[in-house]
């Protein structure tokens, strides 16, 4: 497991296509799916805060996320939470998820069910 709270380098893209074609894909976002913001009665994936996930042939995991606020209490924590749920998962060799802040979060990042259950539709 990898986790690191650092931005791309510069000239890094931000965000990359997720590999949805991937068989372990609709794991891995169901996994992220059993992570919550402590904060907030929802899941990070709903959240819209994993915002890339690549999948290598060989079962390396990179997830690129961000939380809702720089200043967020878990910053340290959240993206090992999710490398943990990630890593069980049967196929998976490596999780690396690092944190960024570009582009910001936003409410329009939430899934439809998210914004239902905090009140927001």
Not at 19 to 28: A, K, M, N
Not at 93 to 120: C, H, I, K, Y
């Amino acid at each position: 497991m990898n986790a690191t709270p650092d931005a791309p380098m510069e000239g890094t893209p931000l965000i990359k296509p997720s590999t949805t074609d991937h068989p372990l894909f609709d794991s891995v976002v169901e996994a992220c799916r059993t992570v919550y913001d402590p904060e907030i009665p929802v899941n990070i994936y709903d959240l819209g805060l994993i915002y890339t996930i690549q999948i290598a042939e060989d079962g390396a995991v990179d997830i690129l996320m961000s939380l809702t606020a720089p200043g967020c209490p878990v910053a340290g924590e959240m993206p090992g939470w999710v490398a943990e749920a990630i890593e069980p998962l049967p196929g998976v060799q490596t999780v690396n998820v690092q944190l960024v802040w570009e582009p910001q979060w936003g409410m329009d990042m939430m899934s439809d069910e998210a914004r239902l259950e905090l009140g927001f539709m």
